[in-house]
C-alpha cells in the first residue's frame, strides 16, 4: 500500500516557475515508476509525465516537453515536477501516482497502469 500526497500548487502567473512535490509513503518507493497526470476542468485526465524507479528514464507529454522536469528522490520519498515557462492551458489539478514496474528502467504513460493516486494539487496560472 502507498499513499501519495501532493503539495506545491498555487496560483502563479503565465511564465513564472512552480514545483510540485509528491510525497510517499512506505519503504518501497523505489519499486515504482511514478508520474503526473492533471485535469482542466470539463476535461479528462490527461498524462503529464513519468519518471522510472531509480529516476533513469523520463518521458513528457508534447504539451510540456522542454518546459516541465520530473526528478525523484528516492532517499526522501518523493518525486517532483519542475513547471518552468507556464501558460494558462497549464491550470489543471496535477496528481501524482505510483505503479509496478518490473524492469527498473520502465515508465508509465497509461492511467489504468498507476495502482495509487494521490488526491490532487490545484495550479492556476493567470495571463
Known amino acids: 500500500q502507498v499513499q501519495l500526497v501532493e503539495s506545491g500548487g498555487g496560483l502563479v502567473q503565465a511564465g513564472d516557475s512552480l514545483r510540485l512535490s509528491c510525497a510517499a509513503s512506505g519503504r518501497t518507493f523505489s519499486s515504482y515508476a511514478m508520474g503526473w497526470f492533471r485535469q482542466a476542468p470539463g476535461k479528462e485526465r490527461e498524462f503529464v509525465a513519468s519518471?522510472?524507479?531509480?529516476?533513469?528514464?523520463?518521458t513528457y507529454s508534447d504539451s510540456v516537453k522542454g518546459r516541465f522536469t520530473v526528478s525523484r528522490d528516492n532517499a526522501k520519498n518523493t518525486v517532483y515536477l519542475q513547471m518552468n515557462r507556464v501558460k494558462p492551458e497549464d491550470t489543471a489539478v496535477y496528481s501524482c501516482?505510483?505503479?509496478?514496474?518490473?524492469?527498473?528502467?520502465?515508465?508509465?504513460?497509461?492511467?489504468?497502469?498507476?495502482?495509487?493516486w494521490g488526491q490532487g494539487t490545484q495550479v492556476t496560472v493567470s495571463s
Open positions: 501516482a505510483a505503479g509496478s514496474t518490473v524492469l527498473t528502467t520502465s515508465i508509465i504513460t497509461t492511467e489504468t497502469r498507476y495502482s495509487y
Open positions: 519518471i522510472s524507479r531509480y529516476g533513469g528514464t523520463t
